[in-house]
């Protein structure tokens, strides 16, 4: 059975940082992209940011210049470092993994929250 985990999420206050980490288990294979996405309290899960086999990123403009998404194809991992967070990024991040068969996983969530 495939597990994505993902850790990493905190308290934080604004202006600070965090790291996030993913990592998938189990029988796995073929995986393509990787990314991040987030739900606030009451709104839409949303794209935070993405990263193909080739090196391509994509973010979302709220998190441009603040985000940074990579990966470790060896480690089925793929990581999310956060700075300059504002409490607007307070959200459930979830890890999204999809393999070149075009099936995807899902993580269960970590809780970010942005506050002083």
């Known amino acids: 059975q495939v597990q994505l985990v993902e850790s990493g999420g905190g308290l934080v206050q604004p202006g600070g940082s965090l790291s996030l980490s993913c990592a998938a288990s189990g029988s796995i294979f073929g995986i393509s992209y990787m990314a991040w996405h987030r739900q606030a309290q009451g709104q839409e899960r949303e794209l935070v940011a993405s990263s193909t086999p080739g090196g391509r990123t994509n973010y979302a403009d709220s998190v441009k210049g603040r985000f940074t998404i990579s990966r470790d194809n060896a480690k089925k991992s793929v990581y999310l470092q956060m700075n300059s967070l504002k409490p607007e990024d307070t959200a459930v991040y979830y890890c999204?993994?999809?393999?070149?068969?075009?099936?995807?996983?899902w993580g269960k969530g970590t809780l970010v929250t942005v506050s002083s």
């Open positions: 999204n993994m999809r393999t070149t068969f075009g099936t995807d996983y």
